[in-house]
């Protein structure tokens, strides 16, 4: 009954909001399927629809949000049953296949309804990639901290706000450049631009927004770490148009994403110290070689139908070997700019826990499930973590 209560009250919120569309059913075994009355603005699904059944309690319910043309949001109340067919339940989630079901994040939850496109614009309810983006800093950062002392806080500070912003400005400038791509790949259609949430001209002014912003926090720095930091735009407006040109937009996206490996050390010392910061950002590109080549593998089917290459689709079934090679480069690669920067022995009791870390990523994946390589890239931040942590007490200890 508590359960029936609660759904009646969701129910009768969305109803009043216009938001109700549909009940989808994903359940082998309902044959008789009725769809609710559907407004003629709100796009059709292929699922098959079906009331919902509130007094059954073998289902699991949840709510998921799409943004469509005119701001709409449709929320749909999605369930499926969990004995009709276990073992088919069990297949798809090994398979990576999730019907199009996404879990409502707390932008759709907390933020204002005109402000939620520019949120997922930005990915803000995505925060891995301002992850990634952010180790390579703070790896720099600490390693140019005097031996025997913690790494600069505010400069830190500047840097994960710096991370979070050119995130979002790199997410911004490759949904608007790739806008037409987006439409035809799955993972991809419902991002605001592509699905018409946003239009370009509004998705153009909140890059202007985003990359003032960050010039603010660039100014913070020192006159070469300017330059410096300004440079690496060229590399950030490109990156979208590569993967029409070559199989290797990863090692482009590597050189992008890892130029807070020379910024960071740039931004505590006013240079740079080649023999140290090299093969530390070097480390940062193999890295993204992994990393982005196991998330490259969730859209190669799709890839292939559109025309736009990665090393997912040229490695093909070699992947694995590759990403082996790649591992060894970015382990080597750490361990010479560690040496090169006289850091403490507690350094390579971590990098040998990172290795691990990586090694298991490679061994493990699922290439050919989604939510398999999905999950594998999102584990990357704890490989960013160890390898801080070694930079961190090895400092320390140094």
């Known amino acids: 009954m508590a359960l029936y209560r609660r ?53 699991k319910h949840f709510i998921c949000t799409r943004f469509y043309p005119e701001n709409q949001t449709l929320v749909q109340l999605l369930h499926y049953s969990t004995l009709a067919n276990p073992k088919k339940e069990n297949d798809d989630k090994h398979s990576g296949k999730n019907n199009g079901l996404e879990v409502l994040s707390w932008i759709d939850l907390y933020l204002p309804k005109k402000i939620r496109p520019y949120a997922h614009l930005a990915r803000l309810d995505k925060p891995i990639g301002t992850w990634l983006l952010a180790w390579p800093c703070m790896w720099s950062i600490t390693m140019a901290a005097e031996s025997g002392s913690l790494p600069d806080v505010k ?21 608007l450049l790739d806008r037409d791509i987006d439409t035809k790949v799955e993972r991809t259609r419902l991002r605001p631009v592509a699905s018409g949430a946003l239009t370009p001209f509004q998705g153009l ?17 020192n006159n070469f ?49 080649p023999a140290v910061v090299l093969p530390l950002y070097a480390s940062g590109v193999f890295w993204t070689l992994v ?51 006289e850091i403490g022995w507690p350094y390579y009791a971590f990098l040998a826990a ?9 061994r493990t994946v699922d290439l050919s499930c989604r939510a398999g390589c999905n999950k594998k890239f999102v584990s990357n931040k704890w490989f960013g973590a160890i390898v801080y942590s070694g930079i961190l007490f090895g400092r320390l200890f140094s």
């Open 205 to 221: 002014c909140f890059l202007g927004f985003q990359l003032l912003l960050g010039l603010g926090i660039l100014l913070q720095l």
């Open 354 to 362: 990172a290795s691990s870390h990586l090694a298991w990523q490679i």
């Open 225 to 273: 770490s300017q330059i410096l930091g300004a440079s690496s735009l060229l590399l950030v407006f490109s990156y979208p148009l590569m993967k029409r040109f070559t199989f290797w937009p990863q090692a482009y996206l590597g050189l992008t994403f890892n130029w807070g490996a020379l910024l960071g050390w740039a931004a505590i010392r006013g240079s740079l110290d």
């Open 291 to 341: 990393y982005d080549t196991i998330y490259a593998h969730q859209d190669k089917d799709d890839d292939l139908k559109v025309g736009v290459k990665s090393t997912a689709l040229r490695f093909g079934d070699s992947t694995k070997e590759w990403l082996t090679g790649f591992g060894l480069a970015c382990i080597g690669s750490l361990a010479l700019s560690g040496l090169n920067a």
């Open 155 to 175: 400069m830190m500070a500047l840097f994960g706000c710096g991370a979070l912003l050119l995130r979002g400005a790199g997410c911004t400038i490759n949904d």
């Open 7 to 59: 759904f009646s009250r969701v129910y009768g919120s969305l109803h009043r909001h216009g938001r109700l569309a549909a009940a989808a059913t994903l359940s082998d075994h309902s044959s008789a399927c009725k769809a609710f009355p559907q407004h003629p603005s709100i796009p059709s699904f292929s699922n098959s629809l079906t009331p919902f059944d509130p007094t059954n309690s073998t289902y």
